[in-house]
Structure formats: C-alpha cells, structure tokens
C-alpha cells in the first residue's frame, strides 16, 4: 500500500476483515499515554470496532430480514474509510462514503484500493447533508444510512431521513452522552428539542431520546418508526432505527413516545403523558426528560436473526464475546419496557445495605415479575413490577438478611 505518500506517521492495521493504514497512534498521545485519535490528522478510533462489528451484523442480519440481494449503504462521516469497507467486505454491501476533510478523503481512497474494493465503494469529498442529498437526487436508493459523526447525528437526521428508500436503517451514533444523560440540560434542549432533565436511569434516558427524537423528526417527513436494536457502550448512544414510508405508521410511532419520570424522594421511574406530573407514588416533585422513546429497545424476532448472524459470523469479528455477551442480555432486559432502577440509589434512599443486584432480580422473579439486570449499568435492574412491590421486595430482603446474621 502506497502509505509512503501520507505527510503523517501511519501503522498497518487489521479490523475485521478490513486491513487498513491509520495515523500511527503513537504519535497521538496525551500526556498520560492515552491515544487522542481527534488529535491524528484522519480520525480512526480503535475502541469503536464494537461499534463497527454491531453495524456489520446489523446490516447481514437486516438484508436476510428484507431479502435483498445486495444492500445499499451511505457512510456521510466516513473518517479512514475503516467502517464503508468493512460493510463493503462483511455485509457485500454497495457503498457510498463521504468526508468533509481533504486528508480523510485521499485516506479513505487508499484504504479501499488496498483493500480491493474500489468497485464497491466510493469516497467523495463532501459534507455529510450536502452529499446525502445529492445521492437522494441521483435516485440512489438506499437501505441503510449510518450516521456516526463527532458529537451529536441530529444536525444530519433531516437529511438522511429525507434520503433513506421507502423502508431502510438510519443507524446513528451519539456521542454527546453528557447532554443526553442530563449533565447540559441547555444543550440537550437546544439539540433534541426536548425538556430537560437529569433521572438516575440517565444511560437508557440518553438512548430513549435519541430513539425518540428520531422518531419524531421522521414522522415529520411521513416515515414510521421501529427500534431494531438501541444500545449504551463505553461513551456512546446507537439507535438503529427502521423507518417506513406512511402516515399512519408514522402516527402509530409517534403513540410510543412520552416523558420520563425520575422521584428522587422515593426512587420511583416510569413514564407519563403529562409532562408537569408529580410523583404517582409519594407526590414528590419529580424529574421529568422528555419527550423520549418509551417502547422496547430491540425487537425479539430481529434479535433472532442478529444471534444467528452473530454464530455464522463470530471468526470475522473485532470483538465477538463482547458482541455475545450484549446480544444476551439485550434480549433479556428488552421485553422490559419501564427504566431500569439504580439499587445503590434505591437502598440509599431506603437507608439500607445493597443486596447483590441478582438476588434483587431472583426475588422478584419469584414473585412472578419479569426482572433482569440491565447492560446499562452493574448496579442496575429492571422489571415490571410496581414501584409498591420493588420498595416491599427490597425490605423484605433486609429483613431477612437482618434475621440470618442475629441467627449467626
Ligand atoms: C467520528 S469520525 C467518523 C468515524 C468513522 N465513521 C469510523 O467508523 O471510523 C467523524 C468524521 O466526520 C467528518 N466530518 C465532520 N463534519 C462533517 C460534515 N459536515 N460532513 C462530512 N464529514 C464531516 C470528520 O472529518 C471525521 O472524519
């Protein structure tokens, strides 16, 4: 590969079935050691191959889903190239990949030649809404747009929505976790258009936002919306979200959305329509976010299809016991629409001892509730049961954790 011509430091490096050239991060640390890949002249960012191998299975597992031969992809915000030609290479997808920036463009080029794909992915230089539109205008139609930019997707939503075919995938990350967690509220406001608020279910109010604020700006253009799959990992939201053309399945999304509760007197989270509620449980004064996406943040049946997806595809993954390990206990907690609750919080409101959060889980369940933990947090679970029995069930467990130590 022609590396010789880049004015930076490089390193060859394999992902997936891609092998590319990246800024050598060793040129890019900070003072502490840590690779800054914002400082490197092409951003590639090694910890996002999870992210990279999610969006592979997705794509593999949606073109079963919607039997099309071949999928069409756009990649706005493509950076080294890196994740345009593991779909080209992974999912056999058509790409069509963009950057605003000179030295990501001609990087991007010399990985795809590299990699032999020149066939099956184009790089251009353009900005991400500026291109999308151009392909809708050329008639493109494409089946998966994937919006994976620095900060906040919302400033590309519109667009993408607006170029997306009749049914496909906008996949979007987010990685202003800050504001969407509730630390910015001003910002939050500003780039979602939604009340602000700051509950202690804070990672699932970050991903039922954006889900929420996708659905609502595609309802504007007459596109439904279903949650295939939304997820928190390290230090970032992705939602993928299947949009379909039509009214009335716009309008039916749309039903799905609400505010979310938080009492931080009691512990209670839910949701409600009236976005001024008090506490349904003790009347307390109560955070309320939204409006957000209150429905189930995957769909079983393509659950499914991404597991088997998964079991044919592990050899060719970055990280496949990661992937293994979300895919389970995704299909776990999201038959559980309420947030989940935070127990350290919950016991430090009741001022007691934290039990281990699968004893929390095995009582309710013995109860006859649905609970799970949560991939949102380790001291985190989730159920259906009411806030009533929770508080009861976590007394109880007190109690007789107080009876076992007097009888020892
Ligand atoms: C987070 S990086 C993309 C990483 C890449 N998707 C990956 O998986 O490795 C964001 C990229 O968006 C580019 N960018 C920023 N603003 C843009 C715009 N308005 N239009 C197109 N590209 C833009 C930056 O140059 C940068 O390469």
């Known amino acids: 590969m022609a590396s010789g011509k880049l004015p930076y430091p490089t390193r060859r490096i394999k992902e997936g079935k891609a092998e ?14 840590v690779y800054e890949p914002a400082w490197a002249p ?29 999928l069409v992809v756009a990649e706005p915000l493509t950076g080294s190239g890196v994740r345009a030609i593991r ?32 066939e099956r992915v184009t790089v251009e230089r353009a900005d991400a809404n500026e291109y999308l539109a151009k392909l809708r205008r050329e008639g493109v139609r494409l089946s ?33 976790t800050a504001p969407l967690s509730g630390t910015h509220p001003r910002a939050l406001r500003r780039r979602y258009d939604v009340q602000p608020a700051r509950t202690a279910w804070e990672k699932e109010q ?9 659905i609502r700006r595609a309802a504007s253009h007459e596109y439904g919306v279903r949650i295939l799959l939304a997820y928190y990992a390290d230090y970032y939201v992705r939602v993928y979200a299947e949009l379909w053309r039509g009214a009335s399945r716009a309008d039916d999304s749309l039903s799905k959305l609400g505010y979310g509760v938080y009492c ?8 409600t329509d009236n976005p001024r509620t008090r506490c349904p449980y003790c009347g307390g004064t109560v955070q309320i976010v939204g409006p957000l996406y209150t429905g189930p943040l995957c769909n079983q049946e393509f659950m499914e299809m991404l597991r088997s997806t998964l079991d044919k595809r592990v050899g060719s993954l970055a990280e496949p016991k990661r992937a293994v390990k979300l895919f389970e206990q995704l299909s776990l907690e999201c038959t559980i629409t309420k947030p989940y609750y935070r127990l350290d919080k919950l016991c430090s409101i009741l001022h007691m001892n934290m039990p ?29 049961a009411p806030h009533t029995e929770v508080l009861n069930t976590l007394i109880e467990m007190q109690a007789r954790i107080a009876r076992e130590d007097d009888d020892n």
């Open 20 to 33: 590319i050239i990246v800024p050598d991060p060793d040129a890019y640390r900070r003072k502490d050691g």
């Open 42 to 70: 092409v951003f590639y960012n090694p910890k996002m191959r999870f992210n990279r191998d999610i969006a592979i299975l997705v794509a593999n597992a949606y073109r079963e889903m919607i039997g099309q031969e071949r």
């Open 87 to 118: 779909y080209a290479l992974e999912a056999d997808a058509q790409v069509y990949a963009a950057d605003i920036d000179p030295d990501a463009v001609y990087l991007a080029r010399l990985n795809v030649e590299a990699n032999g794909v020149q």
């Open 144 to 176: 998966i747009i994937d919006i994976d930019p620095f900060g906040s997707p919302a400033p590309f939503l519109d667009t993408a929505i607006q170029s997306i075919s009749v049914r496909g995938i906008i996949a979007a990350t987010a990685t202003d």
């Open 206 to 214: 970050a991903v039922r936002l954006l889900a929420g604020y996708i």
């Open 264 to 271: 931080p007197y009691c512990g209670y989270t839910g949701y």
């Open 356 to 384: 281990k959060p699968d004893s929390m889980v095995e009582a309710l369940r013995r109860k006859g509730y649905k609970a799970a933990r949560t991939h949102f947090d380790p001291r985190g679970f989730r159920t259906n």
